[in-house]
């Protein structure tokens, strides 16, 4: 929007940094780890991973071997074939966790994001829309004399800090949820080798669970984005027949407030899975 008025000026500028910021989380979103920033963090993730395969082998005996020792009362049990059997399969298939682990859990994410491609595709966006100034704020703005724009100046001065804030904690939370992401991938085959033993597999049920909601959070992160996607393509209602400073004011509460909504539930987007699935 081309005006050389200053206060124009500094809300268009908040108002683009609003977008650019819900635009970059559309993107976040839908993106997978392997691609994200060039696949260089990735393949740090992935050889950290790797060498913490040999530590996970090393546990699992350690595991297995604890988890025999409490679930058989004695030796002579272990030497019944069906307590034989039970012990071997847990220990392949704590073993297969281990190794396959990787594959596993980006199995578990590629079907979170089909979940989230079935939801903006039903939901008929593809990416998020833009909050644009209203032209009525504008041409009241710029009608303004000098005396008229000084209470503007400290208006447009508080709103435009509240959205460029509310911007910077918003993505931050999205960048949270994709760091958490590399940390549970990176340090996967410490707690899948608690599988390894009955008593400790209490362990690696609960990582798993915790992995999935960490995944989960894009789906509601995404939903919070087209509910203020629909709250953008209604914007607040301008009186055109109010004072500008009056305009103003209540045009950036209202949009303020919606932002507040988006932030919110961006932010407790992990408490709000984590309910979900009783962790």
């Not at 460029?164 to 992401?181: E, K, Q």
Request: aromatic share 10%; hydrophobic share 55%.
């Amino acid at each position: 929007m081309d005006s050389d008025n200053w206060i124009v000026q500094n809300l268009v500028n908040a108002l683009e940094t609003w977008n650019e910021k819900l635009a970059e989380i559309w993107q976040i979103i839908t993106q997978s780890p392997e691609h994200f920033k060039g696949g260089g963090i990735w393949k740090a993730i992935v050889e950290i991973h790797g060498a913490l395969q040999a530590v996970a082998y090393a546990l699992l005996v350690l595991f297995f071997v604890i988890g025999m020792v409490k679930t058989c009362g004695s030796f002579a049990e272990v030497k019944k074939p069906e307590h034989a059997l039970k012990l071997f399969v847990r220990f392949a298939i704590a073993k297969g966790v281990i190794s396959h682990g990787l594959e596993l859990m980006m199995a578990l994410f590629q079907i979170v994001q089909g979940i989230i491609k079935k939801i903006t595709a039903t939901a008929g966006l593809g990416t998020a829309k833009k909050a644009v100034l209203p032209e009525e704020i504008v041409t009241a703005v710029e009608d303004c004399g000098f005396f008229e724009s000084i209470p503007l100046w400290a208006v447009t001065l508080i709103g435009g800090l509240f959205i460029t804030v509310l911007s910077f904690v918003m993505i931050m939370s999205v960048y949270g949820r994709f760091f958490r992401l590399y940390l549970y991938t990176a340090v996967a085959p410490i707690p899948l080798s608690t599988f390894a033993g009955e008593p400790s597999q209490n362990v690696g049920k609960s990582f798993i669970k915790s992995y999935a909601a960490v995944c989960l959070e894009g789906a509601v992160i995404v939903l919070a984005c087209i509910i203020f996607s629909l709250f953008a393509s209604s914007p607040p209602v301008v009186d055109s027949d109010a004072a500008a400073v009056t305009m103003v004011w209540s045009y950036i509460g209202e949009l303020i407030f919606n932002m507040l909504v988006l932030v919110g539930a961006v932010k407790m987007s992990d408490r709000v899975v984590r309910e979900m699935m009783g962790l």
